[in-house]
Structures are given as structure tokens and as C-alpha cells.
């Protein structure tokens, strides 16, 4: 018998606006929508994927009817997940802090003077924290 392990297809992020948070990361990250996903449903957008052009694990938004968003730092509603992206330099990192604005999210810790691993703690517009820090 072969040891067959389960492969990890994309990451879930529960939202009160799947089509809002799922078009934050598309623009975010420059993927794509698989077909019968980048226009909207009239029935409602209740789950939508996104995939990475260059392959890989995808993310996927589901529509909940409330989500309170975390709190962090605050470990009053704890992350429950978050999201790494890196980049190559510091010049990157701040093209990607002035998008990820631009676009929505909301700054929660600024760590660029780290000189081990600078970086940003953001929250999307649903309240998920996600980090861009130096690779």
C-alpha cells in the first residue's frame, strides 16, 4: 500500500460579501476566476473561486450571513486564519502597502524597520488579517 496524502486545493474565507472580498483579492493578487465564476450569479454569489494563473492552492469566498471580524492584536475574536504574501525587497513592499490600501484593506501593524523580516498586517475588507512581508 502506497501513503497517499491529501492535497490542499484552496483556503476558504468565510464572508458577508463574497463577490466584494473575492474581487479585493483577485485585484490584490492579479488571479483569475475560473469559468462560471467571474460574472455575477442572479441567484447570488454564495461561493466563488479564484485561482492562481502560475498554478497552486486557489482561495474560495463563501457568503455567511454575519461575520464579526477580528479583533487583532486584540485577542478578543482571534484571527482564526490569516494569509502570508511575500514579495522580493522593500521597494515592493511599499507598492504592495500603497495597493493593498488603495483597494481596501485597512493597515493594522506596520513592522518595515524589522531588519530580520519587515512587514504589514492588514485586514481585507471583511476584517481578515492578511501580511505582505520581505521573502
Known sequence: MTDTYPTVAQVVLDTTDARALAEFYRRLLGWTYPPGHEQVDPAG?????????????????????????????DATIPQQLHLDLTVPDLDALTVQHDRALDLGARELLDRTDDPDEPLYVFADPAGHPFCIFVA
Open 45 to 73: 454569489d454564495d461561493w466563488l473561486n479564484l485561482r492562481n494563473p502560475a498554478g497552486g492552492v486557489g482561495l474560495a469566498f463563501q457568503q455567511v450571513e454575519a461575520l464579526p471580524p477580528s479583533s487583532w492584536p
